[in-house]
């Protein structure tokens, strides 16, 4: 009789208990990757939030959009002066929602060559700072300080950022859509308005449910 | 022929290799732990900076805490290790219960309010809110009074319409209903008293989580400001938020792994009995039987080593200073300075905390006061 079979069966045995030990029996444990859907770019994700690549991705598309606008391609007059009004979040993802028009701003300043000219109203305490100077001749001045150069806008350009969350025993699920609009403060009409979507899902860790 | 050593000798060795090794799975340096700890660290800082007044560090703490929650844990390797069954739950980064998270985002709006941000502090009460629903254990939407309300206060503040989560809040309102909304008040009252839960384990083997209930004394809060007087009781009960969810899937992974711990045991209990027999009855014949029960033996003690290794523990770190009551008020005030007596009283009206704090009210925007019991 072979006697070590007994104990082979009983280390086998033993062995399959302790490897049993690192399972847990529920499903999806380790959770399922976060996934970016109808986005430009799908990198590594670590929320369902909004996050850089959805901020290039919308701002892109809106400034390229800009620019095709009739309004702004046959502005007459030289280039449009545009204002920028702070953009609304209605998601639930806290944010630093003026990022968003910094960037169609800048792109439509480095790539629009000129099309487009932005107004800096965030800037004017200091500017009419500095033209009380000029006017008072406290500094210098190349041209008559008395004379008003402050432009006014033609457009104002605004967004608006909405959420739509859903959770369910599959994981969590995040819409935002990114909205911008053209406005014309002289007649109130919405000369332009495009959006961008991204939804992107995900699923804790089942250590944290 | 040089004699041979007792067949099990080697195999002894193994199984102490494995106690040793299975022992040492369980432990985890302090600093190691103080990293995944961190999280804890900055819910209890930021919230001792709030009440302090230290408002930077408030922010940075808290914001440092929704970064994390905003972020999913896929891929956490300390969570894999929390669900293994010879390492302990607490070894994983904390992120704390739904309830503690929510209150991370409410104290982090509550500072977007502050800083004249409505938006943003609505968008933390809305992550707050998901932060509630479980839906794997039937909880499809949220039960905080104060997280829909105030939802709803800053949308009509944005000049939207408020009256959906005005609805939720009064459906969820257990202890006081909240009133309709005033858009024009300016000055925002965050009230909070008492100390919150705690968590303690249960079980046999400490594999089921429970929580003490917290307590507050003064749960009913009176303001006095311009000779008038407002009374506001609380509008959620964080002890209610903490017990009344039904279990996390943690708990069913926790409940595996003592299941498999007693089982391993009792395993071990009967081979080592029985191995112990059969080897006494082989008198060190070297006979079948002796070698069977010598086999049986060290199966039954790797067993129990494996069962003495598995650690089913719940995690009890607590964020432990929070408070047990939240509540809020909307008032309409002149802008410049003013003085509010403010006193914590017992639900029959007898004072427990009184003091008098002094603000002053924007002309331009919501002026938001944080009144804690603990920060007077």
Partial sequence: MNVLRPLTCASIAVVALFASGCASGVRNPSGVPVTVMKADEQGFVAGTG???????????????????????????????????????NET??????????????????????????????????????????????????NTNPNVQEFKGADFFLTGKLSGLTTKTKAGTSD?????????????????????????????EDAAYR | ??????????????????????????????????????????????????????????????????????????????????????????????????????????????????????????????????????????????????????????????RGDGKDQLKRARKSARLNPPPDYDGQANVLVFLECGTGPTKYSAGEYGEQLRFRPGSAPGSLVQFVVNGQTNKFGPYDDLTYQATTRGGRLMDHILAGKAVFKTGADSFGDAAVV????????GQGSRGAADEIGFGLLAAGLISKAVSAATTPAAD??????????????????????HTAQIQFQTQTGQPVTTRAVTFTVAPDRDTVLFVSDRNL
């Avoid at chain 1, 959805?54 to 309004?71: F, Y």
């Avoid at chain 2, 009890?316 to 300075?337: Q, V």
């Fill in chain 2, 316 to 337: 009890t770190r607590t964020w432990d200073n929070l408070p047990n009551f939240i509540s809020f008020a909307a008032l309409r005030l002149a802008p410049g300075p």
């Fill in chain 1, 175 to 203: 819409y935002i859509l990114y909205s911008f609009q053209l406005i014309d403060p002289r007649t109130t009409d919405i000369l332009w308005e495009d959006s961008a979507e991204v939804k992107k899902q995900g699923l």
């Fill in chain 1, 50 to 88: 909004i996050e850089s690549q959805d901020l290039v991705a919308v701002t892109d598309k809106m400034a390229r959009s800009i620019l095709n606008t009739p309004e702004i391609k046959g502005f007459a007059g030289g280039p449009p002066r545009v204002v920028l009004l702070p953009v609304e």
């Fill in chain 2, 1 to 158: 022929m040089p004699p041979r050593a007792p067949f099990f000798v080697p195999r002894l060795g193994c199984l102490l290799s494995l106690a040793f090794a299975l022992a040492g799975c369980t432990s985890l340096s302090p600093e190691k732990q103080a990293e995944r700890n961190r999280q804890l660290d900055d819910y209890r800082a930021g919230l001792k900076a709030l009440r302090s007044g230290d408002l930077v560090s408030a922010r940075q703490r808290l914001d440092s805490a929704v970064l994390t929650l905003g972020g999913l844990s896929v891929g956490d390797k300390t969570a894999k290790e929390a669900r293994n069954y010879f390492k302990e739950e607490s070894r994983k980064n904390f992120r704390g219960e739904p309830y503690e998270r929510a209150m991370a985002f409410y104290y982090r709006g509550l500072l977007y309010w502050m800083d004249g941000e409505p938006d943003n502090a609505r968008a933390c009460f809305r992550s707050a809110a998901v932060q509630d629903m479980a839906p794997e254990i039937g909880i499809t939407e949220a039960d905080w009074t104060l997280l829909d309300y105030l939802d709803g206060l800053a949308t009509v503040k944005l």
């Fill in chain 1, 92 to 141: 639930r993802f806290a944010l630093n929602k003026d990022i968003f028009l910094t960037r169609i701003r800048t792109q439509l300043n480095s790539k629009a060559q000129g099309q487009v000219r932005f107004l800096a109203r965030e800037r004017m305490q200091a500017l009419e700072d500095e033209r009380r100077l000029k006017r008072e001749g406290s500094v210098t001045s």
């Fill in chain 2, 274 to 281: 029985s191995g112990a027999i059969l080897a006494i009855g």
